[in-house]
């Protein structure tokens, strides 16, 4: 299975992004899928997770009303729609694939990870 993410770019405050992973090797509606973030000096965090139905979405509070998670079975892609970005959300964003039927923010229970794509938000 192969996860490729794409989609990351420059923006100023205010502007939007919209994130793409495209899955590879196994159908996408195997899967949960999820995203993480890393920015610079920090942690791994939990950005967005669906459920493989699509029905469950699961958000990071810092990201609820601005990003929103969804897939596509048929393109076999999963999708991040972020909204009003700030500086805060400047990072590498990764997207992963989980065997779990339903939402989960623990990235122990993802298999899978894509390489990441640069979002880059200016003041």
């Known amino acids: 299975v192969q996860l490729q993410a794409s989609g990351g770019g420059q923006v100023q405050t205010g502007g939007s992004l919209r994130l793409s992973c495209a899955v590879s090797g196994r159908p996408i509606s195997n899967f949960g899928m999820g995203w993480f973030r890393q920015a610079p000096g920090k942690e791994r965090e939990f950005v967005a997770a669906?459920?493989?139905?699509?029905?469950?979405?699961e958000y990071a509070d810092s990201v609820k009303g601005r990003f929103t998670i969804s897939r596509d079975n048929a393109k076999n892609t999963a999708y991040l729609q972020m909204n009003n970005l700030t500086p805060e959300d400047t990072a590498v964003y990764y997207c992963?694939?989980?065997?779990?039927?339903?939402?989960?923010?623990?990235?122990?229970?993802?298999?899978?990870w894509g390489q990441g794509t640069q979002v880059t938000v200016s003041s």
């Open positions: 992963a694939a989980n065997g779990r039927t339903m939402p989960t923010p623990n990235s122990e229970d993802y298999a899978y």
């Open positions: 669906i459920s493989w139905s699509g029905r469950s979405t």
